[in-house]
């Protein structure tokens, strides 16, 4: 039998319409969009002018607005670094979150090494950035604010627009790393007031190693300072001859979610309450991390369980890949940072199971998880009753 997926924030698969549309790019049509001068590089560059207006019409950017990159991580490294060395005259203090994914902490470590002051903000118990602390942590040597739309652990969705408004309102550069969010909740970055936002493609059902960053057209022009030096690609801001495939892909799958987002949305967030609702049914005292459903990722459901060790957890777990955590720290797993930061660890936090449903999950999938963890919690519990 195969195991069950329900781990969609790791990654997805490609979908078939996506993988369709990248098979030519692969072959036939194999052509460098640096070759200007024949066929072959004219209907390769057709082909990345195409995944620029998708990608662009997913988070409401204009074409113009998006570099081509690798992924979320090469992404988030370029808008970070990119703007602090771009900026270091204006300024050496940017802003950040303590719940953010590792690519944004590590590029603020290196700058923070470097010698800019690093500010990392709190969250409140949901995961929320606080938003008078944001507004009191801005100075007037701040040239950026760096917060994510989606969490990768607990889903929370982050108030982007308030957020917006207030970077606005004190003329900082606002970053948000949406590699969770994008394809999966309307994305505005005119309305929202995001000036760089980092997504990647093998977390929207488009291929691993293709990404992209948008950049806000601005006056003057927001200067980043490329990462990858070379012949000057994508204006200058990433070198290296572009993944038409991937890049293919990566568009293919902007358009599927953005046309399937009004149904896709409510379907995952109507079964990932039914596995609240059974898992709740069959286990006492299971506990939520993170926000209310309206506040976050539709298809993200994050839980721990007291008087069970994850480790014992992911053993049982078997053919259900889920991704599971400790929320405990006396554990031999490293608690997570995430759950930390909303003070879900605790000696007694006990073990986390992170859901990520998606585009192939069905409802016997989500019978199956009910009845294998509820089965696998209870009967840790009954071998170690006096811990619970
Ligand atoms: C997956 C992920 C990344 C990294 O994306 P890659 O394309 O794998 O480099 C960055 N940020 C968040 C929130 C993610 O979930």
Redesign the pocket.
Known sequence: MTPVYLDY???TPVDPRVLEAMLPYFTERFGNPASKQHKFGWDAQAAVDRARGQVAALIGASAGEICFT???????NLAIKGVVQALRERGDHVITVVT??K??LDSFKRLEREGCRVTRLGVDGQGVVRLEELRAAITDRTVLVSI?A???EIGVVQPLAEIGAITRERGVLFHT?A??AAGKVPIDVAAMGIDLL?L????YYGP??A?ALYVRKQKPKLALVCQIDGGGHENGLRSGTLNVPGIVGLGQAAQICREEMPTEAPRLGAMRDRLLAGLRNRIDDVRVNGPEAAQRLPHNLHVSFSGVEGEGLLMALGDLAVSTGSACSSGSQAPSHVLEAIGAVGVHGGASIRFGLGRTTTGADIDFAIERVSTVVNSLRASRPLTH
């Open positions: 924030h790791a990654t690798s992924g979320a991580t090469e992404s988030n953010e994914h690519s944004v994510m989606a969490n990768n790393d590699a969770q980092s990647t493609g093998h977390k691993k190693g990404g």
